[in-house]
């Protein structure tokens, strides 16, 4: 019984070792996505750059409007 409770408790430090180390890489994972400051920003029809016409950074496009695309 006492071997029981010895590999309950290892298996109980393998776990909770693999969930601090899952907790980890999640929490790196969502430090690289940044959330947006303000309201979203329409650009209208044109070419614009990045660095030069808006701030290097990540972005999250969507069309608007029925017939919009985008070319990234």
């Known amino acids: 019984m006492e071997s029981d409770i010895n590999k309950s408790e ?3 430090s393998q776990l909770d070792s693999e969930i ?3 907790e ?3 929490q ?3 430090g ?6 303000g309201e979203p920003k ?7 750059f990045v660095g030069t ?3 290097e950074g990540r972005y999250e496009v ?3 409007g029925d017939g919009s695309n985008f070319t990234v």
């Open 10 to 12: 290892e298996t109980l």
């Open 20 to 22: 601090s180390s899952a």
């Open 24 to 26: 980890d890489k999640l």
């Open 28 to 30: 790196e994972l969502q």
């Open 32 to 37: 690289g996505v940044e959330k947006a400051e």
């Open 42 to 48: 329409e650009l209208g029809a044109g070419q614009f």
């Open 53 to 55: 016409d808006l701030p």
């Open 62 to 64: 969507l069309p608007v």
